[in-house]
């Protein structure tokens, strides 16, 4: 099956999601599965397509986040401008990180480290500065309405995030098939070979970065619509970070569909620990904590690799 | 530009902070030397010996120095069968899945322990935490100088291993060409997990060092992962005397930022300082290239 029409089917099976479940926690569950799954479409192009692991993608989240935050308390600028503006500023910061790192020829763990440190250095920086309210952080007023991204009823996020994920599908569908997204596997694959077969790997690399990053700028412009509140460990802390690329791992990276599997098995899981063990500090992150380790060692193509085989074997044994 | 009675007591102090931070370094720097993995989990088994100094204080009442004793080996146990029953089988071909096994048995660690101690912020009380030794016109804190000797020592202990013994020659000669070393009858696996232990047992004598003047909270094991990183990237990956001569500078340098620009500014100094070492001079010090 194409690809475009996998994703509409699966689009349109999402849609009536609202309508079918009556309860307001079942919205949410879904909101924010969707929402995960964005986050870890966003890391996949650069992890998952691209190689380059980051640790640290919630510099891009929470500069997102901040953007609309602060353009709307301080400057009163309409929440969808913000919106587009995040993923903007998202995208900048991505190009900076990215020209650092790569330009010094930054790789693998090193490569995961810087980001972390980044991530660390904007934390640091929005827990002192003013405009951020410091470590306060900031509680945007309640205006409820479409037109200033608070929608008075959750269905009105869902249907954001969906649109989202699907913007989230499109561009790996297009990575899959595009010029563009076959040099960027052949630098994951194997940089030197493709820089001798003619691979702007340097130029790849950061347009893979910048795109990430202003999709992860996005989440954040979304995450704090949804909230209304925001302070610098929610937007620079380690969090988000970790599920950006647990979600991806979970999946399996490099995947079109890996993303959303991945959030809605991590999801349920967590919901799950949470239902059992009501609310324990850190008990969710020591689910995400093991489930990482158990996936990298038992499972280290994810769900999709672990579909595929099956489906494999079915045909092996059909014929 | 403060007197020096304020500059010279604040570079002295960073230097025994520094001394801890260079013994914390040198397990991380051993284990990327003969794994050529990048522990993240590093901070957090710290997090995990200093609970252990700390129990063994409260419950038992052993002095944190004599409880070197039991920490030491015991870490050297954890790190073995760590590396032995999870990490080695964690690679599957690519460097980058043992890094996130770590990453993922850091957060396991960090959220259990915050979940079994919750977030308090423990001390444990010695007769001689506030004991000052005068050393000239200057008073330095008695546990600190015995920190900054005993890393010396640990120091000068891990070369004369990796020179003289057997073990050192087997780790050297699996770091440099692990193929060659298996050929000659070397194993490695045992070898690599060895190092792996050593390097953590490193974190038994560090927490054992630090709990007298220093706390101990499940986020602790955060704060400390990076400074070790900072030190080791800017001391040459792999390489020991760098890992010391790191360990002071960035000792010296947080003092110093503290002092300049504040507590809470002063933290973004060592991130600045990594990010630079990184991107202008990824060997290090000390570090060749390879």
């Known amino acids: ?319 | 530009m403060p007197d020096l009675d304020l500059l010279v007591p604040s570079a002295i102090n960073g230097l025994t902070t520094g001394a801890i931070y260079a013994v914390i370094a040198l397990g991380l720097t051993l284990i990327y030397g003969v794994l050529h993995i990048i522990n993240f989990a590093h901070g957090s088994l710290l997090m995990l010996a200093m609970y252990g100094v700390f129990f063994l204080h409260s419950l038992f009442g052993i002095d944190p120095y004599v409880a070197s004793l039991i920490m030491v080996p015991a870490m050297f146990v954890l790190g073995y069968s760590l590396q032995r029953g999870v990490i080695g089988h964690a690679s599957h071909g690519k460097d980058e899945n043992i890094l996130l096994v770590t990453l993922g048995l850091a957060i396991v660690i960090d959220n259990l322990a915050l979940y079994l101690w919750r977030s308090d912020t423990r001390i444990i009380d010695t007769p001689y935490a506030f004991a000052t030794f005068e050393f000239g016109p200057v008073l330095v804190s008695t546990p600190k100088l015995i920190a900054l000797f005993a890393a010396v020592a640990i120091a000068a202990l891990f070369w004369l291993m990796m020179m003289r013994t057997d073990l050192g020659k087997a780790i050297r000669a699996v770091a440099k060409e692990k193929t060659g070393a298996q050929l000659v009858g070397i194993n490695v696996e045992h070898v690599y997990a060895m190092s792996f232990g050593l390097g953590i047992a490193c974190l038994g004598a560090a927490a054992c060092l630090l709990l007298p003047t220093f706390y101990v909270s499940p986020q602790v094991g955060s704060a400390f992962v990076l400074i070790a990183f900072t030190v080791v990237v800017l001391g040459g990956m792999g390489s020991f005397t760098g890992a010391v001569l790191g360990g002071l500078i960035i000792g010296v340098t947080e003092s110093l930022g503290g002092l300049y620009l504040g507590e809470s500014l002063g933290q973004i100094g060592i991130f600045v300082l990594f990010i630079l070492v990184l991107l202008f001079r990824p060997t290090g010090l000390m570090g060749q290239r390879t």
Request: a neutral charge; charged letters at 10%; glycine letters at 12%.
């Open chain 1, 1 to 319: 099956m194409k690809p475009v029409y996998a994703i509409t089917i699966v689009l349109i099976l999402m849609l009536p999601f609202p309508w079918l479940v009556q309860s307001e926690f079942f919205l949410n569950f879904g909101i924010m599965l969707l929402f995960s799954a964005f986050l870890g479409q966003a890391w996949n192009v650069l992890g998952g397509y691209g190689g380059q692991f980051s640790f640290g993608h919630v510099a891009f989240f929470g500069t997102g986040a901040y953007t609309t935050a602060v353009l709307q308390t301080a400057f009163g600028i309409n929440p969808w401008v913000g919106f587009v503006l995040a993923g903007c500023a998202g995208g900048g910061m991505g190009l900076v990180v990215g020209f650092l790192s790569f330009r010094f020829g930054l790789k693998g763990a090193y490569f995961a480290l810087v980001t972390l440190a980044f991530a660390e250095v904007l934390r640091i920086l929005a827990n002192t500065a003013d405009f951020t309210g410091a470590g306060v952080g900031i509680l945007i007023p309640l205006d409820q309405g479409a037109a200033n991204l608070q929608f008075a009823n959750k269905t009105g996020f869902f249907l954001l995030a969906l649109a989202l994920v699907a913007l989230g599908l499109f561009i790996t569908a297009h990575l899959d098939r595009s010029r563009f997204g076959a040099r960027l596997m052949a630098v994951r694959e194997n940089e030197d070979a493709a820089m001798a077969l003619g691979v702007n790997v340097f130029a790849i690399k950061l347009r893979a970065i910048s795109l990430s990053a202003a999709l992860t700028g996005l989440a954040g412009a979304f995450y704090t619509q949804f909230f209304l509140y925001l302070d610098p460990t929610i937007a620079y802390g380690p969090t988000v970070s970790i599920e950006a690329l647990l979600v991806p791992i979970i999946g399996g990276t490099g995947t079109l569909f890996g993303p959303l599997l991945g959030a809605a098995a991590l999801h349920t899981i967590s919901e799950i620990t949470n239902h059992v063990a009501a609310d324990a500090p850190g008990l969710n992150l020591i689910v995400y904590g093991a489930l990482l380790v158990l996936m990298v060692l038992f499972l280290p193509s994810g769900l999709s690799g672990l579909l595929a085989r099956l489906r494999r074997r079915k045909t092996d044994l059909g014929e």
